[in-house]
């Protein structure tokens, strides 16, 4: 997840990746189930990484 985030790609792709495209045509839309598992995953992602970065540092 955040490769992608780092490549610049769009919510909308980063689904499209992890569903396919013709799934997310069909049940992509504002606010729907789609984006916030995308977006649920990338805060969890940044937490980890957090996390890590805080143990790394030896907080």
Known sequence: MLEADWHGLTRR??????????????????????????????RKVHAMLKAYRDIADGR
């Open 13 to 42: 792709q980063i689904a499209e990746r992890l569903w396919g495209r013709e799934r997310v045509a069909e049940d992509w839309w504002p606010d729907g189930w789609m984006q916030a598992r995308v977006k649920r995953r990338f």
